[in-house]
């Protein structure tokens, strides 16, 4: 499972955001400084962010839960019970200034 994401880091605090598994995928979202980040996958209140498993990869990840169910148009429970793909929460256990 890939663990390694790109991001931007909000100013106001430690989130981060415009996620993605290429660093010029993040890079098109800003000019903002582009973050390597590393996450864990897990349950507990401590897992912040939304991700989106699907053939073992995670293919997206959120912030926030609200814009994570927005990408789902009748609900991500929906496509779980279709077999295409799981919801799990996730940590940034790790991130750096990336220098591409």
Not at 22 to 27: C, D, F, G, L
Not at 61 to 80: D, M, N, Q, S, T
Request: a negative charge.
């Amino acid at each position: 499972m890939n663990t390694i994401f790109y991001a931007h880091q909000y100013y106001d605090n430690k989130l981060f955001h415009n996620i993605f598994s290429h660093q010029k995928s993040t890079q098109m979202c800003g000019d903002d400084p582009i973050f390597k980040i590393e996450f864990e996958v897990g349950d507990t209140d401590e897992y912040t962010y939304w991700g989106w498993l699907e053939d073992g990869e995670v293919c997206m990840i959120f912030p926030h839960k609200i814009l994570f169910e927005i990408c789902f148009a009748y609900g991500y429970k929906v496509e779980e019970e279709r077999g295409r793909g799981k919801a799990i929460k996730l940590k940034v256990i790790n991130s750096e200034i990336f220098n591409a």
